[in-house]
C-alpha cells in the first residue's frame, strides 16, 4: 500500500516524535522523561476488557498497531505481574506494529487495526488522510482510541503534544463521514480523558 503524504507540518511532527524517542523529552511540569520511558506504556491495556470481546465476537487472528509506541505484544505481564502477553490475551497470531518514531515503517492489512492515544499527535490537516488509512489497513475491525485533553508532554519547540484537541462529537463526525466507505469494517471509537472513557460508539449501528 504506498505511503500517504503529510503535510509539511506533519512531516515536522515525525521528526519531533523521532527526535523524543531518542533523547527524552520536557514535561508540563518542568521534570525531563528520559529516552528509555518514552512511549513506552502499553496504551490498549487501559480498555483491553471492553476490546476483547469484539476481538472474539470478530474472530480477529492479525492486528496492526498504528502509531503503536514501545507496545510490546509478546511480553510478559501485559495485565500485570504474573498475567500473560497481550497477543495471548486477545488470542491473536500475527501482530504488526507501524511506528514512524521508530522507524517501524510496515503497514500490514490486518483483521483488526488498533490506535491508542495516536490521533491527537497528528497536524489537524492530516487527520482525513489519516482516518481513511485506518479504515482501508482493516479487515474487519478498527479499534481507535482518542484522548480529549492536553498532554503532560511538550513537544521539542515548546507546543503540547496533543496538538488536535477536539471534542467527542468532532471525532465521531470524521469517522461517520468515512465508515460508509468501508461497511465491512466494524468500528469501536472512544473518547477519553485522564485514562477515562468520555464516549464510545460502535459502528454500524446495528451493531449496538
Known sequence: MPQIQLSQHGKKLIKFYNQMVRQGFQRTDG?????????????????????????????????????????????????????????????????????????????????????????EHIFLADVPNIVHELYSLANKLLVVNVACYKALALLPNGENAHITIRSPDWWKGVFDSFCGDFPKVKLILICSKNNLIIEKWIRPEKDF
Open 31 to 119: 521534570t525531563k522523561v528520559k529516552p528509555e520511558n518514552v512511549y513506552n506504556s502499553f496504551q490498549l491495556v487501559k480498555f483491553s476488557d471492553y476490546c476483547k470481546k469484539h476481538f472474539i465476537e470478530n474472530n480477529i487472528n492479525s492486528v496492526l498497531d498504528y502509531g503503536g509506541g514501545g507496545s510490546d505484544w509478546d511480553a510478559a505481564n501485559f495485565k500485570g505481574v504474573n498475567s500473560t502477553s497481550a497477543k495471548k490475551f486477545f488470542a491473536v497470531s500475527e501482530v504488526t506494529t507501524y511506528e514512524p518514531a521508530r522507524n517501524l515503517m510496515e503497514k500490514k492489512k490486518s483483521d483488526c487495526v488498533v490506535c491508542m492515544d495516536v490521533l
